[in-house]
């Protein structure tokens, strides 16, 4: 059985962990406040901005009904997805039963081709 490396950064007796001090240790001060100014993309961390403007939104689907969906989908074409079918019937729906939506969310980027 091999050795693991000795880890890159020997810390010894300065770190000083929260809590481990024992039973009778300090609790820990609460979180600095987050400050209200918008991050920029490399501040992300690479999340996609049309998740910061919708609501995400659980379908539970049988098995059956979505294996049909996604049949239906590859049949469309390569760019058709599931997701896209699943909003158009929404909007219909809306549509029907005359409620404006928007149903939707604009990506704020254009999709690349």
Known sequence: MARRAPPPVAYGDDLALPGAAGPAAEP??????????????????????????????????????????RQYAVAQGLKVKVHDL????????????????PWRVEPSKPRRR
């Not at 699943?86 to 939506?101: D, F, H, I």
Request: charged share 25%; net charge negative; no cysteine.
């Open 28 to 69: 820990l001060a609460p979180p600095p406040a987050q400050t209200a100014h918008e991050p920029a993309d490399d501040e992300r961390g690479g999340r996609r901005p049309i998740l910061d403007k919708s609501a995400p939104t659980l379908v539970y689907l049988h098995p059956a009904g979505k294996h049909q969906l």
């Open 86 to 101: 699943l909003l158009e019937a929404l909007e219909e729906w809306g549509a029907r039963r005359a409620l404006a939506g």
